[in-house]
């Protein structure tokens, strides 16, 4: 089926849903259409090729969307996004605050990330467009999160034409070995978008995995007669969200044994229970909190740069007002932290 044709099924039917719900659109495709612009057949391997396709496709994919909405009155909006715009949380509640108002203004926000100036889908570290979804979806505080496919599920034997698990209530090992398999012109698959439904899950929002070529794929998924469905599983809320799965970690702080028993306590990080400083970052970047047996307790944000940090290290308060001239107080606060447990 062609972009168009999928994109007018899918226009058609949410323009008859916006008086229930409100949408946003994670799309990819770009890439693809730039493929067929210039006749190129597989993949390129190449950044900069793939970055070019990226910027030829990206307003034919937008032009697909615009003509196919308009037909139902409904206006669309172009959203770019890089990982960077996740990263600082400025530019992350700017991103919020901007999609809010254009929901707002019924307009549906057409997301996709940038991928010509972002390397991060294309070189496989931001996984897929589905990891973007998630993301969003846990930014925007949505009630669901529709991920679209090609197969109508999950299948129970992880093989076409079998049955498929219709509620998931956790993604374990078990199931992530159903998944296999990347989609031929881009970098997503089942697997993707497992990983991308156990993050929107654990951050409270329910995911359903169905077959975007169906007829009402969208609405059968959220009345419960389609797809497979992974129930949500809140652990975290609030800027913890954004801790926990908004942003990347810049660095990594080592504790010795009592520091680590003591923020698992309940305790804010105080520098004299920091070993080690690894990493790059500035103050208000999150880190990761590793024990003494190298694993990792927590992430959080952190009040100091990596430089101060390994100044400061092993030292307690008042030597390090001495030192620096100034205190912050904790080096992270116990408000500002995300246990691994809570992300299971």
């Known amino acids: 089926m062609k972009a168009e044709q999928l994109i007018g099924n899918l226009a058609k039917e949410l323009s008859s849903l916006k008086g229930k719900h409100r949408f946003i659109i994670v799309t990819s495709g770009a890439i693809k259409l730039g493929m067929d612009k210039l006749g190129i057949r597989s993949r390129p391997r190449d950044l900069n090729k793939l970055q070019a396709c990226a910027a030829i496709g990206q307003p034919m994919l937008m032009d697909i969307y615009s003509t196919a909405f308009s037909r139902h009155g409904v206006n669309t909006a172009q959203v770019l ?47 897929d467009n589905d990891e973007l979804a998630a993301l969003l979806a846990i930014g925007m505080d949505a009630e669901a999160l529709v991920l679209l496919s090609s197969v109508d599920g999950l299948m129970r034997d992880g093989k076409q034409g079998s ?41 409270g929002v329910k995911v359903i995995i169905t077959n975007g070529r169906k007829k009402n794929c969208v609405q059968e998924a959220l009345e419960g007669k389609a797809g497979t469905l992974i129930k949500p599983r809140c652990r975290v809320t609030g ?5 926990a799965f908004g942003t990347r970690e810049k660095g990594e702080l080592l504790l010795n044994k009592c520091a680590a028993d003591a923020i698992k306590k309940g305790a804010s990080l105080l520098a004299v229970g920091i070993v080690e400083c690894k990493g790059s970052f500035n103050k208000g ?20 740069s990596s430089a101060e940090i390994t100044a400061i290290k092993g030292r307690n308060s008042s030597e390090i007002e001495k030192l620096m001239g100034y205190a912050y107080g904790s080096v992270l606060y116990r408000d500002n932290m995300v246990f691994s447990s809570d992300l299971q």
């Not at 108002?101 to 996709?112: D, G, W």
């Not at 800027?239 to 801790?243: H, P, V």
């Not at 909190?289 to 009040?303: Q, W, Y």
Request: charged share 25%; with cysteine.
């Open 285 to 304: 970047d999150v880190v990761k909190i590793i024990d003494a047996n190298g694993h990792v307790i927590a992430k959080g944000i952190s009040n100091y």
């Open 81 to 127: 996004l890089t990982q960077d715009d996740f990263n600082d949380r400025v530019r992350y509640l700017n991103m919020r605050n901007a999609l809010l108002e254009l929901v707002e203004m019924c307009a549906i926000p057409i997301v996709n990330e940038n991928d010509t100036v972002s390397v991060h889908e294309l070189e496989g570290i931001f996984s």
């Open 163 to 203: 049955d498929i698990i219709s509620e998931l209530s956790d993604i374990d090992e078990t199931i992530f070995s159903l998944a296999n398999g990347k989609s031929s012109s881009g970098t997503g698959g089942m697997l993707s978008k497992l990983r991308a439904a156990k993050k929107a899950s654990l951050a």
């Open 239 to 243: 800027k913890k969200k954004w801790i």
